[in-house]
């Protein structure tokens, strides 16, 4: 299976605070790939700092813009606006921190670097000034801003995507036609895993939803009126814990300079598109009926 590995525009704001704590912003949501602890990993990273130094917040529309959640493109656009906006941060930190009075005065960017989350004199780790350090020393916190977007002309010259290949094994009764999960393994190519707990978790989830998807989940209108008849939790059938057995989730990370800053590609789709076609391949060959339409009854596998 593949997905395009999409990117959209978007912003995010970085703020040091006097306290040695870091305040970040951005009109994202988090729909339950955790949203809230991918962002902090990303701006502790940049800024050298424990991820408890780091708060996330999101959900508001006066926080800088972002897109909306969907598409695979959020950890892509948001992460990486967040990446600047840390850039950004310590570039005002080192100019504070070089103003006459400082310990730091008088050397120029090439003197200086940052390390865990400190601005030193390069290779002297003994000469150096923390972000609290600075904001304390200037009087007020830096506050920086980020924005992030793909170049067109990456877009126009790369195909980016992130791709994946699942593997389903089911087990069907020859007499009265059911269809029972008994494995799926998928293995994704999605670029740099930033957390790798959070992203084989929503694999899990993708996945479970693509056997709804091959097997159970269907919407029925009314032909009089178009209504759906079965919208209730009563008559759509959803996967349950019954439904679903051994699923396994394996990621084969790459390296791709081209795909966004940080090196990610889209998790959300590709983790669903792919379960159920491997799970149709898998009736085919315990019956070697094709079925060609979704979600598989139990006449499909019978041929009535």
């Known amino acids: 299976a593949t997905y395009p590995a999409f990117q959209a525009p978007a912003n995010a704001l970085v703020r040091l605070m006097a306290d040695g704590s870091v305040e970040v912003e951005a009109a994202a949501s988090d729909m339950g790939p955790g949203t809230y602890t991918s962002m902090t990993q990303v701006a502790a990273e940049f800024l050298g700092l424990p991820t408890d130094r780091i708060r996330f917040r999101l959900g508001r529309s006066d926080y800088p813009e972002t897109p909306s959640h969907g598409g695979s493109w959020t950890m892509a656009s948001v992460g990486s606006a967040i990446r600047e906006a840390c850039f950004e941060a310590q570039a005002q930190a080192a100019a504070r921190a070089t103003q006459p009075g400082s310990k730091l005065h008088g050397l120029l960017a090439p003197d200086l670097e940052w390390a865990n989350g400190r601005l030193q004199r390069r290779g002297d780790p003994s000469q150096g000034l923390s972000y609290q350090d600075i904001v304390n020393g200037s009087g007020s916190p830096i506050e920086a801003r980020g924005s992030a977007q793909r170049a067109q002309e990456l877009a126009e010259k790369y195909s980016m995507h992130s791709f994946g290949a699942v593997l389903a094994e089911v087990a069907i ?11 799926l393994v998928g293995a994704y190519g999605i670029g740099r895993v930033v957390n790798p707990l959070l992203a084989r978790s ?52 790459e390296v791709d ?31 070697g009926k094709r079925v060609r339409k979704l979600p598989i009854y139990i006449e499909d596998v019978l041929g009535n």
């Open 173 to 183: 009764d020859p007499d009265v036609g059911t269809i029972r999960m008994r494995r």
């Open 202 to 253: 929503q694999c899990t989830g993708g996945m479970i939803g693509g056997i709804g998807m091959a097997l159970m989940e269907r919407t029925v209108l009314d032909a009089r009126d178009g209504r759906p008849v079965n919208a209730h939790m009563a008559d759509y059938l959803m996967p349950v814990n019954l439904d679903v057995h051994q699923l396994e989730a394996h990621f084969v990370e």
């Open 257 to 287: 300079p081209h795909v966004n800053p940080l090196g990610v590609k889209g998790l959300g789709e590709i983790a669903l598109v792919g379960t159920a076609p491997a799970i149709a391949n898998a009736v085919f060959h315990a019956t």
